[in-house]
């Protein structure tokens, strides 16, 4: 998986990368991913011997060098940047030369990146006064944190201003940098989130996840950390370019209910059935919960007053489908529409199947988090079964399918990747009160 997938970045982005760890390297390495003519540059310093990463560097003293730059920008990575010094590192642009850059950038397409603090090499860092210098058209925001330094004292060896990072952390020189101390100066307004507007999107790229033991890390500390961020990638950007590569991608993942029907076949709402002492509907709804899905959306339509009532005290958004007759379509519709703008995937599940297992709601979250995969199912017998996740690039489909059918209608337009399973229990679909008894009669089994 590239890094341009994993923080879903397009052609024409407008990006700035701060923190420490491997921010450089990941700045170049996106650079070529984009393909075609990339410009990137810096609002700080950068060292000589980086000059190299880029296929073309141009010194620029002034900024009226810029616009004449448009004859001499290659296909590849052109590096914009302001004299060298006898220190061996090269200014950043000021903030006027960076408009006339992106003005340049725009003009004719291209992606323009940019470096907006420096780490001096070193895993962690904590901003000073001045930084970073993010300008106001980038659009994207991309914190860069090294995990070898997790576990370190707290120390000049490991962190760029350990004393200004001591402060965010609430810890003393030389202590153990743990998780949570981690989680705490990247969430900090004064740390990982300094000086980023408001309505720009923030992700972070939590770098050097080389072993298990460190992926287990990011894992655990994800839902802490997409409080604040939009994606969090772990990546491994090392120099074995066989194993470097993106990790894992972890992103808030919706569960939507459909649970509007009018259980025509059945004769009774299907919604309000018995499902191990709990109505279906509450008991998919609780199940959804505890697999991490946020948030968990109930579409009604039929019955809604009664099921609203069933989940009154869940910590849910119940939205309700006025055209539920027009078919299933339309109830897909209603709860994509419910949910945030962040919303990585969603995962649709039906209210006839109470027996889904939190652990394969999960199964299901791990493979897209792997894999960034547009469409993640489980596979019973051989057979498609439900529920299945959605990666946010198929919403747009899924905006146009009409009828009775769910998200199967897109299934051709998208590799899907699946989730072998052995409970075959997942076949049963509830529609008349025999398939409920058969239900009923396989948990007895089991």
């Known amino acids: 998986m590239e890094l341009i997938q994993a923080l879903r970045l397009g052609p024409q982005a407008r990006l700035a990368l701060v923190g420490a760890g491997g921010k450089t390297t990941a700045l170049f ?32 003293e002034r900024h009226s060098q810029i616009a004449g730059l448009v004859q001499e920008i290659i296909p590849g990575v052109n590096l914009i940047i302001g004299s060298v010094g006898e220190d061996g590192r090269a200014g950043g642009l000021d903030a006027k030369s960076l408009d006339k850059l992106h003005k340049l950038a725009a003009e004719n397409n291209w992606p323009l990146l940019i470096e907006a603090d420096g780490s001096r090499q070193r895993p962690l860092k904590a901003p000073a006064e001045h930084e970073p210098a993010i300008p106001d058209f980038v659009t994207t925001v991309v914190v860069v944190a090294g995990l070898s330094g997790l576990g370190m004292p707290l120390g000049d060896e490991h962190v760029h201003r ?16 743990t998780s949570q101390v981690l989680v705490k100066v990247l969430s900090h307004k004064q740390g990982g989130l300094k000086n980023i507007p408001a309505q720009t999107r923030k992700l972070l790229l939590m770098n ?19 409080k604040v961020y939009e994606v969090v990638v772990a990546a491994d950007l090392g120099t074995d370019l066989e194993k470097r590569g993106v990790v ?33 509907v509450r008991h998919i709804a609780q199940i959804a919960l505890e697999a991490g899905l946020s948030p968990v959306v109930v579409v009604t339509g039929a019955h809604a007053n009664k099921v609203n009532e069933v989940l009154s005290d869940l910590p849910i958004t119940i939205t309700n489908n006025p055209i539920w007759q027009q078919g299933q379509s339309t109830s ?6 419910s949910l945030p703008a962040e919303t990585g995937a969603v995962i649709f599940i039906v209210v006839d199947k109470p027996q889904i297992p939190v652990t394969l709601l999960r199964a299901l979250i ?13 596979q019973v017998n051989g057979q498609r079964a439900n529920p299945v996740l959605f990666d946010r690039i198929t919403f747009q489909d899924l905006e146009n399918i009409n009828g009775d059918v769910g998200g199967r209608a897109i299934f051709p337009n ?21 398939d409920y008894h058969r239900l009923i009669d396989s948990e007895s089994a089991t």
């Not at 984009?34 to 141009?58: E, I, M, N």
């Not at 894992?248 to 499902?275: C, H, I, M, N």
């Open 162 to 177: 350990p004393k200004r990072f001591a402060q965010l952390a609430g810890l003393s020189l030389g202590e153990k940098i």
């Open 366 to 378: 791990s493979t897209h988090a792997n894999t960034m995969a547009p469409i993640v199912a489980p």
């Open 208 to 226: 050097q996840v080389n072993t298990p033991e460190k992926e287990s890390h990011i894992q655990n500390l994800a839902g802490d950390l997409l």
């Open 248 to 280: 894992a991608v972890y992103q808030p993942v919706a569960g939507v209910v459909l649970a509007g029907g009018g259980s025509t076949r059945l004769g009774e709402p299907k919604q309000l059935l018995d499902w191990k002492g709990q109505p279906f």
């Open 332 to 337: 897909v519709k209603t709860g994509l529409r």
């Open 414 to 434: 998208y590799r899907v990747t699946w989730v072998p399973w052995l409970d075959s229990s997942l076949e049963i679909d509830v529609n008349t009160l025999s």
């Open 29 to 60: 390495q996106i650079a070529r991913e984009l393909g075609g003519k990339v410009l990137v540059s810096a609002s700080t310093h950068l060292a000589k011997f980086q000059f190299s990463l880029a296929d073309k560097h141009f010194i620029i």
